[in-house]
Every structure is written in C-alpha cells, then in structure tokens.
C-alpha cells in the first residue's frame, strides 16, 4: 500500500479582514481551498462562535488583562440579533483530487463596534485541522473612519444598559458634539546613531453609501500652529476623500531645542470629517525622548 499525506493550498493565511461596514449591511470575501493531492478530501467548515464548548472556555480572565500580547479575544463582539456575525458557504462536502473549492465569507454586523472576530477552521476526515484563519471585521453606523495610534478603549462590549455620556468640554474654537479620543505616542531616540524622527500615523477612511449621491468627505487637521511650534511635522493634515476610499496622515516629531525632557508636552488637535455627516476625533499628540 501507499501512505499520502492529505496537504492542501489556501488563499488565506492568518488573517481576513473584512474591513469596515456600514452597521446593517454586508460584505463577502472568497476563500479558495487547493488539493493537490491524489486523494478526495471530506472537509467541514467550523466557526469557533458556534462551539458546543464556547461558553465553558470563556470561564477565564479577559485577554485585555492579561500579560498577553493580544488584546481581544478570538471570538469578539457578536451580533445582537444571535446570529452570526460571520458566515460561510458551503459548510461541508468534498474536494476532489487536483481541484480546488471556494468558500464565500459573509461579514454582516448589525451594530456598530470596532472588534468583531471570529475564528474559521477548515476540518479534514472530521477531525483533521488543515487550516485555520482569524475573520476580523469593524462596523459603523456612520460611513466614515478614523484610526490609528494607541487604543483608548476596552476590546470587550457590554450588554448593559448605560446611560449616555455628557458631552466633553470643548477646546477653545472647538465646536460641541460627540467625539472619539486617540492617542498617538511620538518617541524619539536619543544617543547611539544619527537622530531620526519619532513618527505615527493615522488612517482616514470613507465608506461606499448606501445612495450613489453621497457626497465626499473633507478632512482637515486644526491646531496646526502649535503642533509646529513642539516640533510636529504633519503629512496630509487636510484633503479631499472619495468614497471607498481611505488616506494617511502621517506624523513625524523631533523634539526642540527648548525641549524640557523631565515634562514632555502632550498636545491636543481636533480633526474633523464632513460630508453627508460631520464627525470629530480629539487627537491626543504624546511627546516623549528615550534612550537607545
């Protein structure tokens, strides 16, 4: 007889992300599974959402408190409707020897959060795992982004009822309404080579309307001045966005001459979005010189 090693071929490996949508839409993605053996292949397709032993092995401290790098869990936010965020088809069947089968990923939030996740592996003879990926997916329920720098919030959503949050206080110039805060930490190294700029960045995004007619999105930068004057350098501080489409700011500091090392200035800049609706983040410029 004659011993063969049933190997397959997949399009994607680590991780997929669907990107962003708009809360109460959807997205599909295409993943394609190769045989190149000379065996027919019987595989399944299992999501870890929907495992008979998912609430037991969520008896555990969270990930976000732990020493771990990672910071969410793989299975993250889930619909509140109860059905999956994600799906697939087909689920299960056969993959002849030589030929090669397409899975379609269904990503389809129907609430706003930035952590949706969930794991897919691809099961072979009913106990085989031959692969498996990391599905990751964020939605909005307005069709613009921002992100970048370091994250300010918790990567696990509650299900409680909360009360809404009073509105912050406004910067001087600043207009009132509901904001998002990011952190974008500038550290520049001192000593051992040539000094090069500390730099970060932040992405823009728009997302595809629902209507044809939306309008693009402006973005600008305010607090331009001041930034300047601590020695930060902006790449792309104001523009025009088409929807589907998405920019960088790129961020760059070296520290002035007048620079007080022992109390690091952290700066504030209010950037605005508008098209269809206007939206505003606090970014939050945090200065600081180490050691190399």
Sequence with gaps: GHGVVPGTVCSVEGVLDMGYVLAGEK???TVK?????SLTLPYSIQLDSLSPTRDRDRQKI??????????????GTQNYSGLSVFSVFPTQGEIEAGKSQ???VTFSPDHESLYYSDRLRVV????QTAHAMQLKGAARDRP???????PLDVPVESLAVTAPVAPQRALPGERQGPQRSLLLLLEHVAGGGPAERARAELRVGALRPRQPAAKAVQWRLDNGPALQRAGIALDGAAGALERGHERRVRVSWAPPAALQ????PILTAL???EGDVTERYRILFMTRVVSA
């Design 144 to 150: 613009v982004f921002v992100e970048g720098g370091v």
């Design 33 to 37: 599974i190769q045989n190149p053996s």
């Design 62 to 75: 969270p990930a976000f408190l732990t020493p771990s790098v990672q910071r969410t869990e793989i299975v």
């Design 124 to 127: 072979l003879f009913g106990k």
């Design 271 to 273: 950037l605005t979005l």
């Design 27 to 29: 997205v599909t993605s």
């Design 261 to 264: 090392v022992s109390d690091p």
């Design 102 to 104: 397409e899975f379609v």
